[in-house]
């Protein structure tokens, strides 16, 4: 019988191809200092590609992806600022290009209709319970009462006359027998 | 108990609204990314001619004259579906249509031309995307309406059908075109 790999070696090679598939977009450019490349690292991580549009560019492998990854990078090396990258791309591809989608009027409702439904919805909330408050239910009128007499002495005669059914009954039942 | 109408009204008002919203988004295409280069004036390039390697050609060929800016490839399918109707274009209407050959291969994208057609005046040869970038582009086919002056009025994203022209691009190059 041939050996089978164990979870222990199946998991450590997931992490290292994991690990490895994220070495790979990165370890072509080279970086003067860690904080160069920690900066780029953010810039990739905030840009999204255009084409595999739910992820962003750190992790799309799209041929796109790959080229405005060195666009970024080319700019760095020419010593552009962060927020002048971002601008170039944002002039040229639109703000889509963000994965965070900026707050300006026209994404006011995208960020804050959320907000604005719950605290809708907790308004009408408390203002039933408020109402529930103020006028308690009305109580029982003298025929009503009398009917919910009769319905319960009728159920209560049912359940005295009825033989012992299955042990699948709940416990309480047994308390319905006190009159 | 006493019940006003808008306790429910309101609820079911905003439930009315939030789906109606939420139904209207179900038609917007994603995918469709909207350029924010539609009103502003063409990047400038330097790009090689597709056919005559070597010969240099510069954004100037769009001043003078409307233009539809083509972004094509050998390997995009559906740049094929939609070549026959470029080429009806360019014999039908007076747009000049260049070419943008974009992430090719040479003798690839000359095989397509010789197999399909060549709607263009010309095509500029951009297989790095250094040109792409700056027009924006994502994915081919791509089409700028880009007026005499050099403005680019309209991104087309997708392949150009009977329908797409009549009813998205021509109303575009209506507008535009210059008078006189």
Known sequence: MPRMPTFRAILAAAVLA??????????????ESPAQEQEFRDLINKLRCLVCQNES????????AQDLRE???????EGKAKDEIIEFLVARYGDFVLYQPPIKPSTYLLWFGPFLLVGVGGFLLLRALQRKKREPEPDLTGNERARIDQLLT?????????????PGKHPGDAQDRSS | MARSKTSYLVPLGI???????????????????PSPLVGQPVP??????????GKTITSD???GRMSLVNVWASWCPSCRQEHAELIRIARESDVQMVGFNWKDERPAALEMLRRYGDPYVLSVFDPDNKAGINWGVYGAPETFVVDA???????????????????????????????G
Do not use: C
């Open chain 1, 18 to 31: 994991w690990g490895s598939a994220i070495a790979y977009t990165l370890e072509e450019f080279q970086f």
């Open chain 1, 57 to 64: 560019l750190a992790g799309s492998q799209a041929d796109l």
């Open chain 1, 71 to 77: 666009e970024v990078y080319r700019m760095m090396q």
């Open chain 1, 154 to 166: 009728q159920s209560l005669n049912q359940t005295l006359t009825q033989p012992p059914t299955s």
């Open chain 2, 15 to 33: 439930f009315i609204a939030l789906a109606a919203l939420l139904f209207y988004g179900l038609k917007l295409d994603p995918r469709k990314v």
């Open chain 2, 44 to 53: 400038s390039f330097e790009l090689e001619s597709l056919l005559e390697p």
């Open chain 2, 61 to 63: 060929i769009l001043k």
């Open chain 2, 149 to 179: 002056e050099g403005i680019i009025r309209h991104k087309r994203i997708g392949p150009i059908d009977r329908k797409v022209w009549e009813e998205e691009i021509l109303p575009v190059v209506e507008q535009y075109r210059t008078k």
